[in-house]
């Protein structure tokens, strides 16, 4: 699978992924340091002590320059500074730390997308027709024209209000999270509030390409061959089908990136995506530029997995 | 089937001894005949048309004023006089629900128009001189397909500081404008090759002449379609941000951030976050279908 051709084009992707990472970060942290004022006005330093704390973050010296060191020190020794706020607190490891946790409700939301999806998409096509094809079909519309968080608030509204109180509280969901790794239900609930926008598109697509498929010659072939109809519908059939869903893998990818923004803030999952939102609404540009640089590298790093996993799904595509 | 159908009558009708003369239809007509058989797009089109009948009514009126604070008790359920209660600040929610159409219908129409002008334009350029124009702008596309949107646009509002209708709609347009220009493109690459354009050419039409001229009426289908599609996605994008906080400016009531200030208070007045959640899944659901309608009638070679 990795010829000299793929890893030459690996090659030319990462380039242009490290260019596009340098290219944003140096536009968003010049854009936010047009603004006017800073961080430290709201704590009422004044006078000379406002230039001794401007000075110890380097903002009196030209943009530059301050973008210069900014960038040595975060592409080179990967330190994304310290926060305006909360000051003396280091970016990186805060980071880190909250991209574990992005990654974890991320990562259950992606297997969601891609499981659900499929297993819908592959159920309705082969009933189609009937009334559990009209059933998903219709749910699928619903699905992909309900915003997440309005979604994420139903979950809320049943999980924590309605099923708390019909049990007599012996049913608990906690409205907060509270930072438990690995908590399955608690994970689950906003993982499916994440991901279920996106299982409807991969399912519509999922059927409107097996729809096609089941009715290719060597379908027919399978059948007529004796081959249980398990394996003709899953092996000859699903693995030619997902051939079109996986175009959209890269935009999905995506999507669960930027959804996890306010499904974080809604479930208060102490995350990226609620930092990146926090940090703004505090004035803490800091932490934005970070972690917005650290989302555009994820970004650029997940197509290209995307794309190199094409060939695995399709062997017929070659780089 | 349906062509089908009227094909076999035709021939019966011939048959028989009668004449037939097949009636000559413009496209927009056949195009409308067939999405009046659509019952759901008809649905979504006559709900729409209410959403802006009523979002003209609430500029000159509402049921009771949108912002005088304390006009009920906080988190009051609904009553008669009040169908959909109070706020977390004791205002009528549905004078609220019903002023929030205006920043989505407002938000969505005006992203698409600056879409249309800015996708258009590309589009047809890159399509048609080909090239390295061409090169140049599928590398920008690329580009910015890259960047997750609502970053991006959370940046930007951001950076340009406002919380005007302007702003949104502006770093909407920004993040989303690929999509009309991709389309754009492809339909042009397609019809510069047909022969009414090599006419038009032949017979020394300028280049701004065959693009407006020719190429463009004849993809007008398509751009509405996408037009249509693209409606709802700024508005759910609106909605987004309105919800993140950084959306439209309190005491100005829109979906998102109605929905927002409701999960604040989910456990004690559930209503609050439904209204707007509810408002907000329909109308995006009548855009879909009205788009799923208008494609189907515009191009029934597509029809799923």
């Given at each position: 699978m990795l010829t000299r051709g793929t890893l030459a084009y690996i090659g030319q992707r990462l380039v242009l992924i490290a260019f596009t990472v340098v290219a944003v970060s140096s536009l968003v942290f010049i854009g936010i340091h047009q603004l006017p004022g800073n961080a430290f006005i709201s704590e009422r330093v004044r006078g000379d002590r406002l230039e001794l704390v401007l000075h110890e973050y380097g903002l009196d010296r030209p943009l530059l320059e301050q973008y210069q060191e900014w960038a040595t020190n975060a592409f080179l020794h990967g330190d994304l500074g310290q926060s305006f706020v909360n000051r003396g607190l280091d970016i990186t490891p805060l980071v880190l730390r909250e991209l574990t946790v992005s990654a974890e409700v991320g990562g259950t939301a992606l297997l969601i997308t891609i499981g659900l999806g499929m297993l819908l998409g592959v159920v309705a096509a082969i009933k189609q027709n009937t009334w559990i094809d009209y059933l998903l079909t219709t749910t699928s519309v619903i699905g992909y024209s309900m915003p997440s968080f309005v979604l994420a608030s139903f979950l809320l509204l049943f999980f924590a209000v309605f099923l708390a109180s019909a049990t007599g509280g012996a049913f608990y969901y906690p409205l907060h999270w509270s930072g438990t790794y690995g908590d399955p239900i608690q994970l689950s609930i906003p993982a499916f509030a994440l991901g279920f926008p996106y299982a409807s598109i991969v399912a519509r697509l999922t059927r409107a390409s097996m729809l096609e498929v089941i009715r290719q010659d060597y379908i027919r072939t399978a059948r007529a061959k004796g081959l249980r109809e398990r394996v003709v519908i899953i092996r000859h059939g699903l693995r030619n089908a997902l051939i079109p869903v996986t175009t959209i893998l890269g935009p999905l990818v995506i999507g669960i990136i930027t959804g996890s923004v306010v499904i974080e803030s809604i479930f208060t999952i102490p995350g990226l995506g609620k930092e990146f939102v926090g940090s703004i609404l505090r004035h803490d540009y800091n932490i934005t530029i970070g972690v917005f640089t650290m989302y555009a590298l994820m970004v650029g790093v997940a197509n290209l997995v995307v794309d190199i996993s094409y060939t695995a799904i399709d062997p017929r595509i070659r780089y | 089937m349906a062509t089908a159908a009227t094909a076999a009558t035709a021939e019966e009708l011939e048959l028989a001894g009668g004449t037939v003369v097949r009636e000559q239809v413009s496209l927009w007509v056949d195009s409308w005949r067939r999405f009046r058989r659509n019952r759901l797009a008809l649905i979504a089109a006559a709900y729409l048309v209410l959403l802006m009948v009523d979002a003209i009514v609430t500029i000159f009126w509402t049921p009771y004023n949108m912002s005088s604070v304390g006009l009920l008790q906080p988190y009051d359920g609904p009553t008669l006089?009040?169908?959909l209660g109070a706020d977390s600040l004791g205002r009528d929610l549905l004078s609220r629900l019903m002023l929030g159409a205006q920043v989505s219908l407002i938000v969505g129409l005006g992203t698409q128009v600056l879409v249309i002008s800015v996708g258009v334009v590309v589009g047809l350029v890159a399509g048609y001189f080909r090239g390295i124009l061409d090169t140049v702008i599928t590398l920008i596309l690329n580009v910015f397909y890259g960047i997750p949107d609502l970053l991006v646009a959370l940046i930007l509002l951001t950076i340009l500081g406002t919380r005007g209708l302007f702003p949104i709609i502006f770093a909407i347009a920004v993040t989303r404008w690929m999509d009309m220009a991709r389309l754009v493109r492809g339909q042009a690459l397609s019809i510069r090759e047909r022969e009414f354009v090599e006419a038009a050419r032949a017979s020394g039409a300028r280049p701004h002449r065959i693009l407006f001229g020719h190429i463009l009426p004849n993809a007008l289908g398509p751009i509405i379609v996408q037009a249509t599609f693209g409606i709802p996605t700024a508005i759910l994008f609106e909605a987004f941000l309105s919800f993140l906080g950084?959306?439209?400016?309190?005491?100005?009531?829109?979906w998102g951030s109605m929905a927002s200030e409701g999960v604040q208070a989910i456990r004690l007045a559930p209503h609050i976050v439904l209204a707007p959640s509810l408002a907000l899944m329909v109308t995006l659901l009548a855009f879909n279908f009205l788009g799923d309608g208008l494609r189907d009638a515009f191009d029934p070679r597509q029809k799923r």
């Open positions: - | 006089a009040h169908p950084v959306g439209v400016a309190p005491p100005t009531p829109s």
